[in-house]
């Protein structure tokens, strides 16, 4: 069986976009070439990768099978270009990261100086919700990612590298900012959460349930931002990271509320699949994130 690169690239853009079209764009080739290659790669296989149901393309069983052989050769090959760009003293390549929606409020942060001691490696940040993030991850489609409640039945490696309080929030000036309170006491109160599945979510209902609190839910948003202004309009209370929130919360008009079992202490982690191989580069930028995320703490606790 003989297969080039350049066909398993193209079959993974077509595996990842879901059309000959979205692929042939995102590898900067024409539709002929792609349907050229594909169809040889299908002759090599001997058997079918895909078949279209209306205008969406679906991998067949051998497809998927070749999906995660190529991704995990590809993967290889990069790992190897960049333990040999090491040996030559050079640093370059590509760090792909994937982190749930409430990360995106330090990480960038924490890239900073990274990006200032690598100038020459690129990198790639997905955001998505959690159950993106848990997907790409069965899929071993980036080198690391960022989540804080990591999903129980992968087998994984995990690393906790910064704490993640979950606050409870209100409109700036409710009657119940500015006191020392006990979650019976938002018994009557509107809540705004999380949608369910999310990291945020997760770890809000196992604290209400491990303290036999329901609340009253009003709405639940996919968005920190759509919380914050749904709280700060009055709608009612939630829980939040309390990295989603300004260094000041009225600067957003929002009082962060003293309740007793509050903050919900949590970790922020890296995740990869066990066993998996990291690239020099990913094997770098973890150590950098969690030092860097050890100082940040070690300054925000000082003050």
Same mark, same amino acid.
């Given at each position: /069986?003989?297969?080039? =690169?350049?066909?398993?690239?193209?079959?993974? @853009?077509?595996?990842?976009?879901?059309?000959?079209?979205?692929?042939?764009?995102?590898?900067?080739?024409?539709?002929?070439?792609?349907? /050229?290659?594909?169809?040889?790669?299908?002759?090599?296989?001997?058997?079918?990768?895909?078949?279209?149901?209306?205008?969406?393309?679906?991998?067949?069983? $051998?497809?998927? $099978?070749? $999906?995660?052989?190529?991704? $995990?050769?590809?993967?290889?090959?990069?790992? =190897?270009?960049?333990?040999?760009?090491? /040996?030559?003293?050079? !640093?370059?390549?590509?760090?792909?990261?994937?982190?749930?929606?409430? @990360?995106?409020? =330090?990480?960038?942060?924490?890239?900073?100086?990274?990006?200032?001691?690598?100038?020459?490696?690129?990198?790639?940040?997905?955001?998505?919700?959690?159950?993106?993030?848990?997907?790409?991850?069965?899929?071993?489609?980036?080198?690391?990612?960022? /989540?804080?409640?990591?999903?129980?039945?992968?087998?994984?490696?995990?690393?906790? =590298?910064?704490?993640?309080?979950?606050?409870?929030?209100?409109? !700036?000036?409710?009657?119940?900012?500015g006191r020392r309170i006990e979650l019976i006491d938002l018994a009557g109160e509107r809540f705004i959460l999380r949608e369910r599945g999310s990291g945020t979510r997760l770890a809000c209902d196992a604290h209400f349930a491990r303290n036999a609190f329901v609340p009253r839910v009003r709405l639940e948003l996919g968005s920190n931002e759509a919380i914050k202004q749904a709280v700060a309009g009055g709608l009612g209370l939630a829980v939040i990271s309390r990295h989603a929130l300004a260094a000041r919360p009225g600067d957003d008009q929002l009082a962060v509320l003293d309740v007793a079992g509050f903050p919900v202490q949590s970790s922020w982690f890296t995740l990869h699949p066990r066993g998996k191989r990291l690239s020099p580069v990913a094997t770098v930028f973890l150590g950098h994130l969690e030092r860097t995320a050890r100082e940040w703490s070690e300054r925000r606790d000082r003050h």
């Open positions: /069986m003989n297969a080039t =690169f350049r066909q398993l690239r193209l079959f993974l @853009a077509l595996a990842d976009h879901g059309s000959v079209t979205a692929a042939a764009e995102a590898c900067h080739v024409t539709q002929p070439t792609v349907s /050229m290659q594909l169809r040889e790669l299908a002759d090599a296989v001997g058997l079918p990768l895909y078949e279209q149901v209306g205008k969406r393309l679906y991998l067949t069983a $051998a497809g998927e $099978a070749l $999906a995660e052989t190529a991704r $995990a050769m590809l993967n290889e090959w990069l790992a =190897f270009g960049q333990a040999i760009d090491a /040996m030559k003293g050079l !640093e370059r390549g590509r760090l792909r990261v994937a982190l749930v929606s409430t @990360a995106k409020y =330090f990480v960038p942060r924490l890239l900073g100086s990274f990006c200032a001691e690598h100038p020459n490696i690129e990198i790639a940040l997905e955001v998505l919700n959690r159950d993106g993030v848990v997907a790409r991850l069965r899929e071993n489609r980036d080198d690391l990612y960022i /989540m804080s409640m990591p999903p129980e039945n992968l087998d994984l490696e995990r690393h906790a =590298f910064l704490p993640n309080p979950l606050v409870v929030i209100a409109p !700036e000036g409710h009657p119940l900012a």
